[in-house]
């Protein structure tokens, strides 16, 4: 079993970076590739982006390439989400998950079987 506790989320202005965090419960925390989901209000929740046990792959959807990076420190069990020029349209709920099975990242969130909390990033304009 595997808790995640994301952390970092808030309010903030449009153009503006923010971080956010998810901290792991496992001893094997590296075998796990990690990815982050949003659902924004009225809308059904889907993937932001995920970076595999081997660090370096990452992949992104395309509303978020180029602003937001994914990455994460095994050492400390942890996975960060850092998110620049942020947009009205990046308000929702951001999630972190695990997926124990995939090598390289995947976008499908049937594939992550650990879920946090989720923590609200509100950007306004």
């Known amino acids: 079993q595997v808790q995640l506790v994301e952390s970092g989320g808030g309010l903030v202005q449009a153009g503006n970076p923010l971080r956010l965090s998810c901290a792991a419960s496992?001893?094997?925390?590296?075998?796990?590739?990690m990815g982050w989901f949003r659902q924004a209000p009225g809308k059904e929740r889907e993937f932001v982006g995920a970076?595999?046990?081997?660090?370096?792959?990452?992949s992104y959807a395309d509303s978020v390439k180029g602003r937001f990076t994914i990455s994460r420190d095994n050492a400390k069990n942890t996975v960060y989400l850092e998110m620049n020029n942020l947009k009205p349209e990046d308000t929702a709920v951001y999630y972190c998950?695990?997926?124990?099975?995939?090598?390289?990242?995947?976008?499908?969130?049937?594939?992550?079987?650990?879920w946090g909390q989720g923590t609200q990033v509100t950007v306004s304009s």
């Open positions: 496992t001893r094997t925390f590296g075998s796990y590739t």
């Open positions: 998950a695990a997926d124990a099975d995939a090598v390289v990242p995947r976008k499908n969130e049937e594939n992550y079987a650990y």
């Open positions: 970076i595999g046990r081997i660090v370096g792959i990452t």
